[in-house]
């Protein structure tokens, strides 16, 4: 059974940056594409981007060019770097097993808790 733990949200003004760090357990890191979500109060989930089992990623078009993910295969760490956040970037975050492509969130085969982010204006 894979879990899922997503840490590193907080607060932060306008244009600061934060990482986001999640680890997957009881899954196979070299077959699996993993990527992150997201869900602002009253809104729909939101795909962000996700990096598949060759290492390409592919984002959102609200968040290209500010957001990056990389993994670290010897850590099991998947991580999410922002920066130029905004206040539009607001939400729980939510790292995902199985997400090849950002936009299929419903082909996502497990997600943690979630890490709040809030960036203040």
């Known amino acids: 059974q894979v879990q899922v733990v997503e840490s590193g949200g907080g607060s932060v003004q306008a244009g600061g940056s934060l990482r986001l760090s999640c680890v997957a357990s009881?899954?196979?890191?070299?077959?699996?594409?993993m990527g992150w979500f997201r869900q602002a109060s009253g809104k729909e989930r939101e795909g962000i981007g996700a990096?598949?089992?060759?290492?390409?990623?592919n984002y959102a078009e609200s968040v290209e060019g500010r957001f990056t993910i990389s993994r670290d295969n010897v850590n099991n760490i998947l991580y999410l770097q922002m920066d130029s956040l905004k206040p539009e970037d607001t939400g729980m975050y939510y790292c995902?097993?199985?997400?090849?492509?950002?936009?299929?969130?419903?082909?996502?085969?497990?997600w943690g808790q979630g890490t709040q982010v809030t960036v203040s204006s």
């Open positions: 995902a097993t199985g997400l090849c492509w950002y936009e299929a969130i419903n082909s996502a085969d497990a």
């Open positions: 009881g899954y196979s890191r070299n077959t699996y594409c």
């Open positions: 990096i598949d089992t060759d290492g390409d990623t």
